[in-house]
C-alpha cells in the first residue's frame, strides 16, 4: 500500500498553506504551460490520478468534460474535494495507485499533477493507464524532475513550495529518497528522466511533449520567490499519446 502520508494531520494542515492549495490551478507556476500540454476536454471522459482538492477535476468539468473521476488515496483530500464541488458529473473515488486496477479503454485524457513520483511500481501504473485509454487518448502529468528528487531536502517552507534543497546527491542511484517535508519521513521515488521515457514508450506510448518545467521571467517578476528554481527544475511536465 502506498504511504498515505496527506492524511497526516501534520502533513496535511502544512499542505494546506501552500499557494496552490489556497488558489488552485492558479496558485501553481507550472499551470499555464501544462494547459498548453491537455487537449480539448468537451465530450470527454477523464481521470485524475491523485486529485488532491479537485481543483483539476472541477477545471475539466467546466471544460464541459462528459464525465470526470478523481481517484486518490487521502480521505481527507477527498472529503474537501467533496466539500468545494457541485457538479454531478464529477465522482470521487477512494484508491491506492499502487494497485489500482482500471477497466480496458474507459478514458479519452488521464493526468496527473505531482503525484507520480510517491509511486513505487510505476510501471504497473503506466501499464494500467495504457490500457485504460482509449486509442489516441492523452496522458499528460507532472512530476518531480529527478535532479529534485536525487537531492536531499530537509527543513520546513524554505522556498516557494516548502522545499530546502541540496546538491544532487547520486543522481544513477534510482529508489526511495526520504525527505521531512511538512512531516518527518516522507518517501519519494527517484527515477532517472530516461526510465521515465523509456517505460512510456516500452508500454507503447508516443511521446508528444516533454517540458523540465521553469518560471517565466514574469512570475518571478510576480513572485521573486519563484527565482530558484532557474538554478534546476523542480518538475517536469509529459504528455503522451496512446496510438490509434
Same mark, same amino acid.
Given at each position: 500500500?502506498?504511504?498515505?502520508?496527506?492524511?497526516?494531520? *501534520?502533513?496535511?494542515?502544512?499542505?494546506?498553506? !501552500?499557494?496552490? %492549495?489556497?488558489?488552485? #490551478? &492558479?496558485? =501553481?507556476? +507550472?499551470?499555464?504551460?501544462?494547459?498548453?500540454?491537455?487537449?480539448?476536454?468537451?465530450?470527454?471522459?477523464?481521470?485524475?490520478?491523485?486529485?488532491?482538492?479537485?481543483?483539476?477535476?472541477?477545471?475539466?468539468?467546466? *471544460?464541459?468534460?462528459?464525465?470526470?473521476?478523481? !481517484?486518490?488515496? %487521502?480521505?481527507?483530500? #477527498? &472529503?474537501? =474535494?467533496? +466539500?468545494?464541488?457541485?457538479?454531478?458529473?464529477?465522482?470521487?473515488?477512494?484508491?491506492?495507485?499502487?494497485?489500482?486496477?482500471?477497466?480496458?479503454?474507459?478514458?479519452?485524457?488521464?493526468?496527473?499533477?505531482?503525484?507520480?513520483?510517491?509511486?513505487?511500481?510505476?510501471?504497473?501504473?503506466? %501499464?494500467?493507464?495504457?490500457?485504460?485509454?482509449?486509442?489516441?487518448?492523452?496522458?499528460?502529468?507532472?512530476?518531480?524532475?529527478?535532479?529534485?528528487?536525487?537531492?536531499?531536502?530537509?527543513?520546513?517552507?524554505?522556498?516557494?513550495?516548502?522545499?530546502?534543497?541540496?546538491?544532487?546527491?547520486?543522481?544513477?542511484?534510482?529508489?526511495?529518497?526520504?525527505?521531512?517535508?511538512?512531516?518527518?519521513?516522507?518517501?519519494?521515488?527517484?527515477?532517472?528522466?530516461?526510465?521515465?521515457?523509456?517505460?512510456?514508450?516500452?508500454?507503447?506510448?508516443?511521446?508528444?511533449?516533454?517540458?523540465?518545467?521553469?518560471?517565466?521571467?514574469?512570475?518571478?517578476?510576480?513572485?521573486?520567490?519563484?527565482?530558484?528554481?532557474?538554478?534546476?527544475?523542480?518538475?517536469?511536465?509529459?504528455?503522451?499519446?496512446?496510438?490509434?
Amino acid at each position: 500500500m502506498s504511504q498515505n502520508i496527506y492524511d497526516n494531520p *501534520q502533513f496535511f494542515a502544512g499542505y494546506a498553506t !501552500l499557494p496552490r %492549495s489556497i488558489h488552485g #490551478l &492558479a496558485g =501553481a507556476p +507550472e499551470w499555464e504551460k501544462m494547459q498548453q500540454l491537455l487537449p480539448s476536454l468537451s465530450a470527454k471522459n477523464v481521470l485524475d490520478l491523485g486529485c488532491g482538492y479537485g481543483w483539476f477535476c472541477r477545471w475539466a468539468g467546466v *471544460q464541459q468534460a462528459k464525465s470526470v473521476t478523481g !481517484l486518490d488515496l %487521502s480521505s481527507k483530500m #477527498l &472529503a474537501r =474535494a467533496i +466539500e468545494l464541488t457541485q457538479d454531478d458529473n464529477i465522482v470521487y473515488q477512494q484508491a491506492d495507485l499502487e494497485t489500482l486496477s482500471l477497466a480496458k479503454q474507459q478514458f479519452d485524457l488521464v493526468y496527473s499533477s505531482l503525484t507520480l513520483h510517491y509511486i513505487v511500481n510505476i510501471s504497473s501504473l503506466i %501499464s494500467t493507464v495504457f490500457q485504460s485509454l482509449k486509442p489516441g487518448g492523452q496522458f499528460v502529468f507532472s512530476a518531480e524532475h529527478p535532479i529534485f528528487t536525487a537531492a536531499i531536502h530537509q527543513g520546513w517552507c524554505v522556498d516557494n513550495e516548502g522545499y530546502k534543497s541540496w546538491p544532487v546527491n547520486q543522481y544513477q542511484i534510482e529508489g526511495d529518497r526520504r525527505t521531512d517535508w511538512f512531516a518527518e519521513g516522507v518517501i519519494k521515488q527517484h527515477r532517472k528522466l530516461s526510465s521515465w521515457i523509456n517505460m512510456l514508450v516500452k508500454t507503447g506510448f508516443e511521446i508528444i511533449e516533454i517540458d523540465e518545467w521553469g518560471p517565466t521571467a514574469a512570475q518571478i517578476a510576480e513572485n521573486p520567490l519563484l527565482e530558484e528554481e532557474q538554478e534546476r527544475p523542480m518538475l517536469f511536465l509529459l504528455s503522451v499519446r496512446k496510438p490509434l
